[in-house]
């Protein structure tokens, strides 16, 4: 009996052992900083921040803004690999609007609203780098592991629609009063600026498709044209204070181009000809901005205030002979005081204002619509190119002071400055500048001066822009690689070809005659 009854104890107390053992392996395994539940306002920011991209990197180079000239670091070649996509991202914009279910938000609410936003911009952004990709059963989970690929025009389609969704919920919940929205730190939670960018967002879409302009199911001029005859119902931004941009904060976030890394990017980066040269061409007070003078212009005599004092190098120059033209002064830099004398720097547009007038002025020049509130495509281009001026603060008339790094001593931090008088009237007179009453060089002037408005920004877009009409012209030659071709497309992530082959081969084999090339082109540049 005495033996039971210490088996029994003993069982007692190896039961309670356990259970507090359990309990605190489960207290244990709880990580206090790790959060257990989400907000929608949490899954916002994060979406937020995937929509920047910064500068200094790839897409700058494939732009032929700027360009590496130090091999060890990197090249200048447009031989694509494999496309990043977003749909990590998208996953967390379901989240943020299941997460506002949860919270008890109506059907209708902010983060519903901006998830049809972000579907439209991530969806668009994937297929302007591929083609066709998966859409309509990509954000089924584990539903569905191997989802089909849309094809392109489908993917354009549906993400107009969610942009036109989204604007009628935005002006619903504005004519409520319903500003629930929080965690925006891009708009500071403004819905009213909310639906401007959904708009723009949406005439920048119209434009990718303007080799699509006549397809009768598209309706790519009807739906510009109602954009800009409705200002009312589908609101457009009306000035650079509705910019959808990324600033840059000390410490935390610190702009690319800083002091912290001066000694690596001065040399090995210099500027490229395919832009400095436009600036020089038109004579504009832009170039003092953003580059500064070559330093063998300098010792050969030329004033640091000329035009003829920037020289880019050639985005096709070897990258050994680059980095010794470089190293010698025969190249502009960036200007080391606008880029490298702050942590800062200036905001990373996204959707900016700028590029919208050019995109209005480039779809009236087209015959898409006869004005909008500003008037015709010439008003539209002026505004832009002085949009693009503000930005850096350029005045309309007067005196501007430069500042350039001094070539006697090159020390960060020691610089000259220089008075350089403009006049914004006499600049845009100009017969290279002065829009012309020719549509097709009208049309080429819009896509110049949105190139040089766009330095520095909005990612791909200038890239794509060249692509859908060639201008401005790109250079192209050794230090370019792809047998002298500029890439059309980048490759699928190589994950498809074995997670989801059946469907990665179709995709391939209904555009590109089963190459997953990146010299191919895609629906959309057909």
Known sequence: MNKILSITCALVVLAAVLTSCQKNYEELYQNPNKPTT????????????DMLVNPSGMEERWAQYYLINY??????????????????TLSNVVKMEEEAQKLGYPERNPYTALGKFFRAYFFINMSLKVGDVPMTDALKGVADMTPAYDAQKKVFTQSLAWLEEANTDLTELIKSGD??????????????????????????????????ADDAELKVKQQFADILANPTRYPLMTSAADNLQFTYVFPT?????????FGFDALRY????????????????????????????????????SFNAFVGANPGEDLGEMYTKTNLGVHSLLNRKHYYD????????????????????????????????????EAYYQAGIQASMD???????????????????????????????????????????????????????????KYLAMFRQSGLEPYYTYRRTGQPAFSTGPGTGNSGRIALRFKYPTVESAANSANYNDALSRQYAGNDDINAKMWLIQ
Do not use: C
Not at 348 to 377: D, H, K, P, Q
């Open 38 to 49: 989400s907000t929608p306002a949490l899954n916002l920011g994060g979406v937020l921040k």
């Open 71 to 88: 091999d060890y670091y990197g090249n200048n070649r447009y031989d694509f690999g494999t496309a990043t996509m977003n749909y990590t």
């Open 391 to 449: 930005y850096y603060k350029i005045p309309s008339s007067g005196d501007m002071q430069v500042y350039f790094l001094d070539f006697k001593d090159a020390s960060l931090g020691n610089y000259v400055t220089y008075t350089v008088p403009v006049d914004f009237a006499s600049y845009y007179a100009q017969p290279l500048v002065k829009y012309a009453a020719d549509a097709t060089t009208g049309l080429n002037q819009i896509l110049t001066q």
């Open 342 to 377: 702050t942590f800062t720097g200036e905001p990373a547009i996204i959707i900016g204002y700028a590029e919208m007038l050019f995109t209005i002025a480039e779809g009236i020049n087209r015959g898409w619509a006869t004005s909008g509130v500003l008037g015709g495509a």
């Open 253 to 261: 976030d610190l702009y690319p181009n800083n002091p912290g890394n």
């Open 270 to 305: 210099n500027t490229s000809a395919t832009y400095i040269k436009l600036l020089t061409d038109r004579k504009d007070p832009r170039v003092f901005i953003t580059a500064e003078p070559a330093g063998a212009q300098i010792k050969n005599g030329v004033s640091p205030t």
């Open 179 to 212: 500003e629930t929205l929080t965690g925006d730190y891009y708009l500071n939670n403004d819905m009213k600026r909310w639906q401007k960018v959904v708009n723009t967002f949406r005439l920048r879409v119209l434009m990718h498709l303007s080799l699509k």
